[in-house]
């Protein structure tokens, strides 16, 4: 083992070409998974944020917001609902904001949600006909003092604050009261109109300790199965277009994966090429199959390892280089750690490849000139 | 005769006892018989020289004494120990323990240093660190290369990579030494200064060793001297 | 080529890898094509095989049928300008619905003229004839949607019965219908009571004998200034996250292709070194450089022709399946372009292998100073 860490440090060159390709793959990797969580941050944030358990919608919404109708007496039941320790209501609203200073076709897409239990990292509901505003919103002018037009009504909207990372569907979000939510939907949208009091659905936070599945069950049992209860997690999946998302990029790693495996194991091999003659002597002075095979697996672990670091490097890069809202790119700490594992785990497979040339390598052959 | 050697750490009987030994490899349809029943004794701590042309069968039958080859027949017995049947994991073992090798070409590893290259052998088998390191360092003084151990192959001349392939063959304290060679890349005045070398080094540790060589030049350095023609052994 | 050939037969596995990395690495490409064509049309096919040349949504919709509505003064408005030639209405909802046992979302789109707004892919079956008919997605046919079933508009109780099947009409990855006007005006009433009306989310319309759609729709955007006219083609590539997804792509696309000439180029490279000495030996024996290059550049382009073709033989029967709601196709156009660009690269790629080959030095072969680099 020894033997093969010093050959890395003292013939570097001959590593660089796998290292090269890995590094690529590495940085192909975390992009893709890069581009798979932007684009599902961009649909889910919004909804992923909640700082609840439960989401509660009617059973025939098929989990679409817009669908789905609580009324004020079903969540009356909802909040009495043992285990259930807090209840708040949420709708939301997607139209099109005149900003001022915009032309009149450059119109801002807006998700507009009327909130009762703040999510992560937003402030208590504002005063009426206010809202705060997402961040990506403030490419197109809307940003904190600026008061927008909502809507074909062109309901007028303060901005008093901004949030960062919610997003709905790939619109940037506002966030308002209740009372300015519906006033906006009715106004805008009137087929999707909604009467005082109601919501599309219920945030609910169950008491601690209590399985939030159970009282799920517990909740569409009180309402008589009026209401659809699932964890935001499952709501978060729900939500159109993300499965397909989900799916379409995790075959496409998973291919790269593989792509990796024959990579590192075709690199390696002509590393091994290289050192039938090495191998020889070792094998003559003792060396077992299974020490040299070691060793590769070893550099193959190297390798990779300072791969995956370049890798990170670039992908890192990139997140800081490209603005946001321009390709949907979100570089999550633990997608770099997954792809950087799956790389290690490639490239010992992709060594198993060497091996049976290691086994066949005669030690005899380092008598006669080592030819 | 049953003195113990002058190291003490072997019984003296002989270093190499080859009994009937035959090679044969099968080409096609063909068998080409390499070793033809060769019987060989070489003593507790004899030097002999076994010279023969090329393609005569003097590598085989080094290889096989080394336990690089098994033989197609016959028994293979060094310093005591039968490794006659042994399957490769032992044999790789007993390499490691009981023989030293000077190959005539690629001995040592290119990037690796001189002390490196004699530390080898340990970090394949035993492991005892500290004490390999400081027999590493007093074999390099012996052999003349303290100023150099910190030095890479290429670094060193051909009679300095000679000394640390020597120094490294005496590593783990062999019953048995086998040069492939040791003269055919070095010039007259190298060639014979290596021989002393070899000649000094085995005798004042009480090492066998046998000599595989075309070169009638270097054989007064030896005990003893064996012809081998076409896999056949002539005294 | 003898000994090209020869070389290649001795040393199967290196070769077979290089062949097994460029296969797996066109298929994924081929593959990502495929996907990408194949989630953008689950979204918006719905757009791009409907029979309407020009779109008018409300400005405010911001190109999505989710968000046009067309208020009665807008539409007549839009109808006006001079140089429409017919016009008619289009609705979109997405409803619950009950199918094959399940409740499930549903897409209706409602269309009122079949020449501005019916489905163009038509594979069985016919178009609605009267209320109550839908034409479903093709792919969608094992999720209760098939030829022949009822699906139920939840809630209301409405019926829909599938009498005709396309393809490559999916809206928003659901399962997507066509229908008469006046049956998605029923669809919304039934799921929503409370509902007063059930406007077009869009205007379809086509241009008078003499206008093109390009300056219909430039007329209507300067005429109406509450209208968003578009082409259909453009109303496809402009449907809010398509153009995301494909750019994604494409940043992927570029440096999966840059991975191909790579690792072609650089096996092809380390190759040629490590087989220094014999070819110093054969120029030294009498062999041209040319007779070497030419040995060398037909390996590499037996690797890619080879490579090329298992990346091809491992899309082609998956390009026919379908990946959970998104059916993918054959894209003929995209394995042509592919092959040829990474083929071309490929060949480019072994410019420096080439280079070494030209600058060995026979004379070597005697003092052996070029062997093993």
């Known amino acids: 083992m020894r033997i093969a860490w010093l050959e890395l440090r003292r013939r570097p060159s001959r590593f660089v070409t796998a290292t090269a390709i890995l590094a690529l793959l590495a940085t192909l990797l975390m992009l893709l998974g890069g581009l798979l969580d932007g684009l599902l941050s961009g649909s889910t944030s919004a909804v992923a944020a909640q700082r609840g358990d439960l989401l509660v919608f009617s059973s025939t919404a098929e989990k679409s917001f817009v669908r789905s109708r609580i009324t004020p007496t079903q969540r009356t039941t909802v909040a009495q609902v043992p285990g259930v320790a807090e209840v ?284 | 005769m049953t003195t113990a050697s002058k190291d003490g750490r072997w019984p003296a009987g002989p270093a190499l006892e080859m009994e009937g030994v035959r090679k044969v490899y099968e080409m096609g349809d063909e068998e080409v018989v390499a070793l033809d029943h060769v019987t060989l004794r070489v003593g507790a701590e004899e030097i002999v020289a076994l010279l023969g042309p090329s393609g005569s069968g003097k590598t085989t039958l080094c290889s096989i004494a080394g336990g690089l080859l098994t033989p197609t027949a016959g028994s293979v017995v060094v310093g005591g120990q039968d490794i006659t049947g042994y399957s490769a994991k032992r044999l790789a073992t007993f390499r490691q323990e009981t023989v030293g090798f000077v190959f005539q070409s690629v001995n040592l590893v290119p990037f690796l240093t001189a002390r490196e290259n004699l530390l080898v052998v340990d970090q394949l088998g035993r492991r005892t660190g500290r004490m390999a390191r400081d027999r590493a360092d007093q074999l390099l003084d012996e052999l003349g290369l303290a100023d150099r151990r910190d030095n890479l192959p290429s670094q060193l001349s051909g009679g300095q990579r000679q000394r640390a392939a020597i120094g490294r063959a005496l590593m783990n304290e062999p019953q048995l030494v086998l040069f492939d060679e040791p003269t055919s890349a070095l010039d007259t005045e190298l060639g014979e200064q290596v021989m002393e070398l070899i000649r000094s080094e085995m005798t004042s540790r009480g090492t066998a060793a046998v000599v595989v060589t075309h070169d009638e030049r270097i054989v007064h350095y030896t005990d003893r001297t064996v012809h081998i023609v076409d896999g056949v052994l002539h005294a | 080529m003898f000994l090209a050939l020869k070389e290649m037969r001795r040393s199967l596995v290196r070769f077979g890898l290089l062949m097994a990395s460029i296969g797996l690495l066109v298929f994924l490409i081929l593959f990502q094509q495929t996907l990408q064509s194949g989630l953008i049309t689950s979204f918006v096919g719905a757009i791009r095989n409907q029979s309407a040349p020009v779109l008018v949504y409300s400005v405010d919709g911001r190109r999505n049928l989710q968000g046009s509505i067309i208020t009665p003064d807008l539409q007549q408005k839009i109808v006006s300008v001079p140089g429409v030639g017919s016009a008619g209405e289009i609705g979109q909802g997405t409803f619950s619905v009950a199918a094959g046992g399940r409740l499930t979302s549903a897409a209706i789109i409602g269309y009122q003229n079949a020449e501005l707004g019916s489905p163009t892919t038509l594979v069985r079956g016919r178009l609605p004839a009267a209320d109550g008919e839908v034409v479903a997605l093709a792919s969608s046919a094992g999720d209760g949607f098939g030829l022949g079933d009822t699906v139920v508009v939840q809630p209301g109780g409405r019926k829909l019965r599938v009498v005709g099947q396309a393809t490559e009409i999916g809206y928003q990855a659901s399962p997507t219908l066509f229908s008469t006007y006046p049956t998605f005006e029923q669809a919304v009433r039934a799921a929503n009571p409370d509902a007063r ?166 004379i070597e072969a005697t003092t052996g100073a070029g062997l093993g680099r």
């Open chain 1, 88 to 371: 708040g209501g949420i709708g939301v609203a997607q139209l099109a904001a005149r900003v001022p200073g915009n032309g009149p076709r450059d119109l801002a897409d807006v998700a507009l949600f009327g909130y009762e239990l703040a999510p992560k990292a937003v402030p208590p509901p504002p005063g009426p006909g206010e809202a705060y505003a997402d961040s990506s919103l403030e490419r197109k002018g809307v940003r904190d003092g600026v008061t927008i037009e909502v809507g074909p009504a062109r309901t007028p909207i303060r901005i008093v604050g901004t949030v960062r990372d919610l997003s709905y569907s790939d619109q940037g979000t506002l966030w308002a009261s209740a009372d300015t939510w519906r006033t906006t939907i009715n106004a805008n949208l009137p087929e999707a109109g909604v009467g005082p009091g109601v919501f599309q659905a219920l945030v609910v936070r169950v008491d601690p300790g209590a399985d939030p599945t159970s009282v799920a069950a517990r909740i569409d049992r009180g309402t008589a199965g009026a209401t659809e209860s699932l964890t935001v997690r499952a709501a978060v999946n729900a939500i159109p277009g993300v499965s397909q998302q989900r799916a379409t990029f995790n075959q496409i790693i998973g291919v790269t994966v593989v792509i990796a495996v024959v990579v590192v194991a075709l690199f390696f091999a002509l590393l091994t090429v290289e050192r039938t003659v090495l191998y020889g002597v070792l094998k003559a002075l003792g060396a077992t199959s299974g020490t040299l095979f070691g060793g590769v697996v070893l550099q193959g672990v190297v390798v990779t390892a300072i791969a995956s670091a370049v890798g990170a490097g670039i992908a890192l890069l990139l997140d800081v280089v490209i603005p946001p809202g321009s390709i949907p790119y979100t570089l999550l700490p633990g997608r770099v750690l997954t792809s950087a594992l799956f790389l290690l785990v490639a490239a010992v497979f992709g060594c198993v490849f060497s091996l049976r040339r290691v086994l066949r390598i005669d030690p005899a052959s380092a008598i006669g000139g080592g030819q």
């Open chain 3, 197 to 362: 009306t059930a406007p077009p989310a869009v205007i379809a319309v086509s241009p008078a004998p003499g206008v093109t759609d390009a300056e219909l729709v430039a007329r209507i955007n300067d005429t109406v200034p509450g209208a968003d006219a578009v082409t259909r083609a453009d109303a496809v590539s402009s449907t809010p996250g398509v153009a995301q997804v494909q750019q994604s792509f494409r940043i992927i696309f570029l440096l999966f292709g840059l991975v191909v000439p790579l690792v072609t180029g650089l096996f092809f490279l380390i190759v040629t070194l490590q087989k220094a000495s014999s070819l110093t030996l054969l120029r030294a024996l009498g062999a041209p450089s040319s007779a070497l290059v030419r040995s060398l550049l037909f390996q590499v382009a037996l690797v890619l022709v080879v490579g090329i073709g298992v990346g091809i033989g491992l899309y082609a029967p998956l390009a026919s399946q379908t990946l959970g709601s998104i059916p993918l196709s054959f894209q003929t156009g995209a394995v042509v372009l592919w092959s040829v660009v990474l083929f071309v690269l490929g060949l480019a790629s072994a410019f420096v292998a080439v280079r070494r080959v030209l600058h060995i030095d026979p």
